[in-house]
């Protein structure tokens, strides 16, 4: 939210209350307390009335400051809280001067001047970022002058403005399909079901990461507004409705550092099974299916010899209307129990849909309302609406007996089977409901998916047991990456689409998150041959890869017989690759460092790569450049270093941009990487030279200086 105009001048109706100097510090072992009022105290009679703000200090985890700023202490705590892993009584290292506060957390530094207050943040000797005048401000903005100001008014904001560097820029900040650098965009933090091609976002996550090696997470639930370099060009603002700020600047020196520190404090992710990595095949969304279209699914990838891992039955599974009563459709599915053994008798695993509403027409709408499950309004009745499903009602995971009744259902599903959930939706929260906890429906709306995939998460957890439990989820917020895999919703099936999901999957990798997946072909309508040949290449270089759709299948020979022989090839290339990932996936458990890395958390001193969002680091070592036009150009830049072409064996040097043209595959180098060393392991692809063109993925291996 901009409150200014200009450099000098507020909004109209805008008034800004930020500290003008420290009256006075206490100091305690586990925070520092300081009171700064937004007026110099000149005389003793200044002291009366005026607006001060109190801002805690404290260090809850290594390389982290914590700031605290309220108007009004006294306001209710009304909504959750983010779960972190935090050490509350932490001792705070101050040194309390005259001029001066200082405070020290491992490499990371606090300095507030207090008269005239100014704060600054280094890390050991390199500045930051600042905040001086009517930077941290308590902001009105339907100001009258009135002499008094009163505690719940609606037009209170608290925000912080922290100044950016000569060429510093900004990532993160969830799931973003615009720019991948976030300088001049005004981010407004709230879960939408919006696609893939707005500024709207499934996963928004209040926290950005800095090209100069630090991070801000923003701890707040509700609706938290960015403006990046755009309201003040030289700044990072960050807001949210209220009478206190609550933010952490997270250290550590590079990027990669940072993100250890960050899901440090937010979650990693647990280590998915290997089946997980392997090819998930879908029956698509709206498509007409039944079990004989299941089988000859199954059996067409088998006769082709195509490696799959998981099926997954979409929406209907269950019976139109009814989404969700959570049973199989009995004029469909005629022997559910002994279609899921006879597909775990060909080594499948099994996912079906999911989502947390329930419509009126299942059966479950009357025993969830009768048991109290169901999220109401503020006169006590169902909260429903038509979107969606007709007459639906949302399930109210603040309430323990919802948790468990929704997790009964689900158990059952996995005593008859099932091994996994993909929960959909979650983004579409009302605010004008009440929860049975009494939590701040505005709190709650970007909250709600994390009591969601927790719930199902740890249902799985406990019938498969630990380590053994994995989602396919659509929405999230900060801690959304401890229930892995996501994916990367509703895309168009284009190249266009492609190139909008891969920017959304990198800021969303810099957000937190380890595993990320997205529909290989897109989603809405069906894309040509060519693309989805393409996009088999880029969804099997992803963590996770899963072909799904709307209204069409995504079996490949439903486009031509050159697709077989694309997927076929990059899904052996992707088991072949396994060690390789699986090393990668661990780091992401242990570190929380992302398995698909932006070519700026890899190179982080290489100043084109900073700007890159078209190509990636699969792990530490493999460059992958999808090629997303249907002229077969492949564009991508190596950075310094010596480069082999993984598919030829040609080496290159770093610091140059290529532009190639692919002209069919070769015979191949598979290459298995153990820690920087290589060993070939030769597989020879007999083929026309045109046969594959348009499905080849620019792909290259960093050999460091040095090494073989």
Known sequence: MNFSNGCWLQKEG???????????????????????????????????????????????????????????????????AFELAMDEGAKVFAEDGDERLVIRNGGLRLEIEKNPWHMVYYWEDTQLCASGKRDLAYMKTDWKGDMYVKSGDKDAYMRQRLSLGVGE????????????????????????????????????????LSSRGYGVFVNHTDRVFFETASAAVDKVEFSVAGESLDYFLIGGGDMKAVLRNYTALTGRPPLPEAWTFGLWLSTSFTTDYDEDTVTSFIDGMRERKLPLSVFHFDCFWMKEFHWCDFTWDSQVFLQPEAM???????????????????GQASHLFQEGMEKGCLLKRPDGSVWQWDMWQPGMALVDFTNPKACLWYQEKLAALVDMGVDCFKTDFGERVPTDCVYADGRNPEKMHNYYTYLYNKTVYELLEKKRG?????????SATVGGQKFPVHWGGDCWSTYTAMEQSLRGGLSLMLSGFGFWS??????????????YKRWCAFGLLSSHSRLHGSTSYRVPWLYDEEAVDVLRFFTNLKMRLMPYLYRAAVQAHTEGIPTMRAMALEFPKDRTCLYLDRQYM???????????????????????????????????????MLSCKGEGTYTVELIGVTGLSVQGAAMEVQKDRTALAGCQSEMAVRIEEGQS
């Open 14 to 80: 805008c008034a800004c209350f930020s500290p003008a100097e420290v009256s006075f510090t206490r100091m305690e072992e586990a925070k520092v307390t300081l009171i700064a009022p937004t007026s110099h105290i000149l005389k003793r009679g200044d002291a009366l009335g005026g607006v001060n703000l109190t801002v805690e200090i404290s260090c809850p985890a290594p390389e982290v400051i914590r700031v605290r700023t309220r108007h009004y202490m006294g306001v209710r705590e009304d909504g959750p």
């Open 169 to 208: 820029l900004i990532y993160g900040m969830g799931e973003r399909f615009t720019p991948f650098v976030k300088n001049g965009q005004s981010v407004d933090i709230w879960n939408e079901d919006g696609g893939t091609s707005t500024e709207q976002s499934y996963k928004n996550i209040p926290f950005y």
């Open 340 to 358: 899921l053994e006879r597909l775990h008798g060909r080594g499948l695993k099994v996912c079906v849909w999911i989502n947390p509403y329930i």
């Open 466 to 474: 630990e380590g053994k439990a994995v989602l396919f989820a659509r």
């Open 518 to 531: 997205h529909d290989i072909g897109g989603f809405e309508d069906t894309s040509t041959a060519d693309v």
């Open 618 to 656: 699969l792990g530490d070592n493999l460059l992958v450049a999808p090629v997303m036009n249907d002229r077969g150009i492949g564009e991508y830049y190596l950075p310094k270093g010596c480069w082999t072409n993984f598919f030829t064996n040609e080496r290159r040097d770093g610091l140059i």
